[in-house]
C-alpha cells in the first residue's frame, strides 16, 4: 500500500516501492482539500510510476477544520525556509497521515499485504509532526498491535518511509535516478488556472519554495509551469529564495546526520566526543579546506574544496549538537550571534548608507569590535587584541600588520613599505656577517615581518604566497629528482642548477 497524494515526494516513493520489487496498490484520498487537482496528479503519478491499482478513499477532514488547506484560511507565503521549518504551519491538516495511514492499514489487512509507503520527509516537514520518526514508529507499533493480522496473526506491518531523511534536492535526483517524470506531480497549495486551463503554481507558498529549492540545489529545472507576475515571468526574487532555501536544506540535512551519530544506535565513536575532545579537529579540517582552496586557484579544480570545506561544515555541525548537549551552546546560539555581529559591524551596509573606501570599512570594524571589547569589560583593549597566537607566523603576523594599518599607523604607500623590506635586508647582511646568533634569527624575523607588512600593502596574503612558493619548490624538486635520477644524491651543485633552470622553465 502507498499513499498517493499527487506531490513529487509520494511520485518518489512509489516509484522506489515498483524498484524495490512491490507491486503497490496506489491510495489516495479526496478529504476535503480545496484543490482537487490534487487527485488528478496523483491518478496520473499512479497509472505512469506503475501501480498496480488506484484507490481514492472520501474522508472529510473539513469536518475537523483547522488547516488552510481545507478552510478558508490563507496559505503562508515568501516565508523564509527556517520560518518554514519552524513551529507547525497552518497548512498542517490535524491527525491527516494518521487517518490516512489507519485506512491503508485496514485496507492492507484487507488484502493481505504488510508493507505501507508514505512519502514523510522530516527535513523539510520537520514542523509536521506526522511526518517525523517518532510519529512512524509509534504507528508501526500501533499497527502491530490493533490488527487481527498482526496481534493474533502473526503478520508484522511494517511503514517504509524512504525520503525520511533527505532533502528536497536529494528526493529530486533520487526522483529523477528512478525515472519519475515530476512533470505529472502537483505540489502548490495555492494553484490557479492559466487561460489555457492548464494548472499553474504560485511559486509563493512553502510547498513552492521548498520544491523550487530542490530543484535548485540539486541543478535541475522544475518541469512545472509557474504563475507569471505581471511581466511574463515569475517573482524575480523566487529563485533567488528557493536557492538560499535549498542550502538551508541541506544545512538541516547536516544537522540531522550529526543529531543522528549521536542519538541512541549511532556511531559509539561519535557518541564518545566532547567539546574539548573535537576542537582540534576544527584547526585539521581548517587546513585541509584551504589545501582545497588552493587546488582550485591552481587548477581551477574545485571538488576538493567542496570536500573539504564540506568536511569542516560538519565538524562545526557536530561540535555544536555536543554542545548542546552538553547544555553549553548551540548552533542556533552560535549562527545567530555570528549573524548580528556582522550585521552590528557593517553599519555602513544595514545601516545609513554610506560610500565607504574598503580601508575605511576595515578601520571602522575594528573600532567597533574595540567598542565591544570594552563594553564586555575586556582587559585587552589593544586594536591588535583578538588575533589568534596559534595562527601560522605569516599569517598572524599579516593580521598584526593590518590591524595596526587600520588604526593609522602605515605607509602613505606600497613604497615605503618596499624600502622597509630593503632595510631590514641589510640589517639581516650584517647580522650574519657578524657572530651573534640571536640578532641572525631576530633579523631573519623582521625580514619576514616586513614581508608580511608589504603583502598588505599590495594585496597578497604571505601565507598563501608561501604555500604556493613551497609548492612550485617542491613540484621543481621533484622534477629535478626524476631527472637526475639514481644519480641525484651524487650530483654536484651544477648539475642541481642546471636541472632546476629546466625545472623552472617548464612551471611557473
Known amino acids: 500500500m502507498c499513499l498517493v497524494s499527487g506531490g513529487m515526494d509520494s511520485a518518489v516513493v512509489l516509484a522506489e516501492a515498483v524498484r524495490a520489487g512491490f507491486a503497490p496498490v496506489a491510495i489516495s484520498f479526496d478529504y476535503g482539500q480545496r484543490h482537487a487537482v490534487e487527485l488528478d496528479a496523483a491518478a496520473r503519478v499512479a ?27 490563507d496559505v503562508p507565503k515568501d516565508r523564509a525556509h527556517d520560518e518554514i521549518g519552524r513551529g507547525v504551519p497552518s497548512t498542517y491538516v490535524p491527525a491527516r497521515n494518521t487517518v490516512f495511514l489507519a485506512i491503508a492499514l485496514g485496507l492492507a489487512e484487507t488484502v493481505g499485504a504488510t508493507d505501507l509507503f508514505i512519502g514523510a520527509n522530516a527535513v523539510d516537514y520537520s514542523g509536521y509532526p506526522d511526518c517525523r520518526p517518532t510519529f512512524l514508529a509509534a504507528f508501526e507499533a500501533l499497527a502491530n498491535a490493533a490488527t487481527a493480522a498482526g496481534a493474533d496473526g502473526g503478520a508484522h506491518f511494517r511503514v517504509h518511509a524512504p525520503l525520511l531523511e533527505l532533502s528536497k534536492a536529494d528526493i529530486v535526483r533520487r526522483g529523477l535516478e528512478l525515472g519519475v517524470d515530476f512533470a ?12 489555457d486551463g492548464a494548472v499553474l503554481a504560485c511559486g509563493r507558498c512553502d510547498a513552492c519554495l521548498l520544491r523550487l529549492a530542490g530543484f535548485a540545489a540539486a541543478g535541475e529545472s522544475d518541469p512545472v509551469r509557474y504563475a507569471e507576475d ?18 538551508v536544506s541541506e544545512l538541516a540535512r547536516v ?47 574545485a571538488r576538493g574544496a567542496v570536500e573539504e570545506l564540506g568536511d569542516l561544515l560538519f565538524s562545526i555541525a557536530l561540535l555544536c549538537q555536543v554542545a548542546s548537549e552538553e547544555g553549553v551552546f548551540d548552533l542556533e546560539r552560535a549562527a545567530r550571534g555570528a549573524a548580528e555581529k556582522i550585521v552590528r559591524r557593517h553599519p555602513h551596509v544595514y545601516g545609513e548608507a554610506k560610500d565607504l573606501s574598503s580601508d575605511a570599512a576595515l578601520a571602522q570594524w575594528e573600532r567597533i569590535k574595540a567598542e565591544e571589547r570594552a563594553a564586555r569589560g575586556r582587559d585587552d583593549t589593544s586594536a591588535l587584541s583578538g588575533v589568534p597566537r596559534a595562527l601560522p607566523a605569516l599569517q598572524r603576523a599579516a593580521r598584526l600588520g ?12 606600497a613604497d615605503g613599505a618596499l624600502a622597509k623590506v630593503r632595510e631590514e635586508v641589510l640589517e639581516l647582511d650584517e647580522a650574519y656577517r657578524g657572530d651573534d646568533r640571536g640578532a641572525l634569527e631576530r633579523e631573519l624575523g623582521d625580514v619576514l615581518l616586513a614581508t608580511s607588512q608589504f603583502a598588505n600593502y599590495v594585496g597578497v596574503d604571505p601565507e598563501t604566497a608561501a604555500r604556493d612558493a613551497a609548492h612550485r619548490f617542491e613540484t621543481r624538486f621533484r622534477a629535478m629528482e626524476q631527472e637526475l635520477g639514481d644519480g641525484a644524491g651524487h650530483a654536484d651543485l651544477e648539475r642541481w642548477m642546471d636541472a632546476w633552470r629546466r625545472a623552472k622553465a617548464r612551471t611557473t
Open 47 to 73: 497509472a505512469v510510476l506503475g501501480a498496480s491499482e488506484h484507490r481514492v478513499v472520501a474522508v472529510d477532514l473539513r469536518a475537523v477544520g483547522g488547516s488552510a488547506l481545507t478552510d478558508a484560511i
Open 184 to 195: 505529472l506531480t502537483h505540489t502548490c497549495y495555492d494553484p490557479r488556472l492559466a487561460t
Open 230 to 247: 505581471g511581466d511574463g515571468s515569475i517573482p524575480a526574487d523566487t529563485f533567488g529564495r528557493a536557492k538560499l532555501a535549498g542550502a
Open 255 to 301: 544537522l540531522a546526520v550529526a543529531q543522528r551519530l549521536r542519538a541512541p544506535g549511532g556511531c559509539p565513536w561519535d557518541r564518545e566526543q566532547s567539546v574539548r575532545s573535537l576542537a582540534p579537529a576544527l584547526v585539521e579540517e581548517a587546513f585541509e579546506a584551504v589545501d582545497g582552496l588552493d587546488e582550485l586557484a591552481r587548477t581551477g579544480d
Open 402 to 413: 593590518a590591524k595596526a594599518m587600520a588604526l593609522g599607523f602605515r605607509w602613505e604607500s
